[in-house]
């Protein structure tokens, strides 16, 4: 059975959900709700219809049949579409799938609305069957992905092919859900900009102050002593400044690491530098500058760093360096400006080498470090270390805020559409065409509809890619289904947050830039069968991230 939402897909409250329909007689909502501060966990629970009242447009002594938990018994209006059938609850449900066990004297196509009434005491359509082509016996499923509180089910049959009933509606509830938010590990730096770790045991949390210090974070308590200070040849602040560190997989043997700023000369640095023999003090003096960006101007000059999980390259990431209506060097092969680079730091050869099998390492007008272009100002993307899928978040002019998702199979090459594309909107680049073959447009998008100004990331934890938002502070996470992409907002705001990472252990940090506290994202499981419910707090592994917070 072919199942076809006609319900229009919308953006709300800034961002982007995108649903996946099965080809069987399964279907997903396709009318997205405004975030809510919570993503909920969709565990089916019991089946509730019974406890509703029936109500129908076609009454008769078998109505209540529908919804007495017997697939055997049935209501049969014993008439032809239009017709409706309801189920209304005395108190609000937390609802995460219906069932509807049809009855219909042909099989043929049907369509079938279905309704819900919510919190604000109105009914609003859910999801469409649309010439579905259904049979007696046949169960249709609905996903209420997030589960929604609900105090009604109403099913509006529009047409059919001769008279069609139900065996059963069931009503199943939610019976826990996770709620998150954000706990204040640590306080006192000045302009956090990144939370990491360095992969070697330690347990140690670096974090990096945009003025040009690295600070570490252990066992709850920062360090009195710098890890690293270089503020006397940082510039900063606005979008120069202390950017990013980096720890090569090689970081135990060799206790050396890489850094990005800015320099005075208004020059982004890649630099590497190396531990003294306290491996809590790293040596100012140790400097070995790589590769330095000249910038044109002030804006869009960071900085991200990542090493490649799989091939253990330095990725860069690199602002176009523009300021507003920049519509040069995104797409312009000779600059290394509105690009992810790809370099080999950990070969010996100096400064650097070029990988081998960077896509454009033979083509005479491009540089030879670009493994992507058309790139605005990437912050904060991040590798996915089981998969080696990369996530790059790029933050857009006035318009749209995106992510752009890079397969672990990928030869590089990928061309993001900055400045032809921000986001899902075509800027009409020049003579450009928005539909110029090569283009890759984004997984996620979302507005500045509610003082969002800034993307910013990211951490991958189970296959979720958590990003942010840097003046509105809400969070969200971005997971793949397929060849469907979700986005549920985790947090629905909180303090200006200009990076997310983890530690060793998992722990997911929001790096918040002016109150100079980083957050740890925490969730609650609750259970939730009708009323308010219990809560608990957990760690990540115990409510098993990415298993039970997003519909698998």
Known sequence: MKVFATFPLAFLAGFLLMVAFSHSARAQSEDVEAPTPQVYLAVRGENIAAKGQVEASARNPGLV??????????WNSHGFAPQWISIEFDTFHLVSKIELIVTQSEAGETTHEIWLGDDSHTTTPYMRF????????????????????INKVFILTKQGKGWVGWYEVRVFNAIKFIEWKLTETASGFELPVQATHAGDGSGRTFVVEHKGRVRILKDGI????PFLDISDRVKCCGEQGLFNIAFPPTYSDRQHFYLSYTNAADETVISRFTTTANPDIADPDSEEVLLTIPQPHVNHNGGSLAFGPRDGYLYIGSGDGG????????????????????????????????????PFIEEDDYRDEIWALGI?????????????????????????????????????????????????????????????????????????LSGECAVVGGAVLSGIFLYADFCKGSIWGLQRKGDKWQSIQLISGSTAISSIGTDETGNVYATGYASGTIYRLVPTVKDESRGHGTAKQRSLETVGFGQNTFPQ
């Not at 049949?65 to 049935?74: C, E, Q, R, S």
């Open 323 to 358: 300021a507003m209506e920049d519509k040069q060097n995104g797409q312009d092969p000779g600059t290394l400006l509105g690009k992810i680079l790809r370099i080999d730091v950990e070969s010996g050869v100096k400064p650097y080498d070029i990988p081998a099998t960077n």
């Open 130 to 149: 649309d010439n579905a082509h259904t049979e007696n016996g046949q169960t249709l499923e609905i996903f209420v992905d997030p589960p929604r509180r």
């Open 222 to 225: 920062v360090q009195g002593v």
């Open 65 to 74: 049949l529908v919804n007495d938990g017997d697939p055997h018994t049935m």
């Open 376 to 448: 605005r100002n990437p912050w904060g993307f991040a590798f996915d270390r089981q998969t080696g899928a990369l996530y790059i978040p790029d933050a857009g002019q006035s318009r749209r805020e995106e992510v752009n998702f890079q397969s672990a199979e990928s030869l590089g090459g990928e061309n993001y559409g900055w400045p032809i594309w921000e986001g899902n909107y075509c800027s009409q680049f020049e003579s450009v065409s928005c539909y110029a073959a090569g283009l890759v447009l984004p997984v996620s998008v979302y507005d500045r």
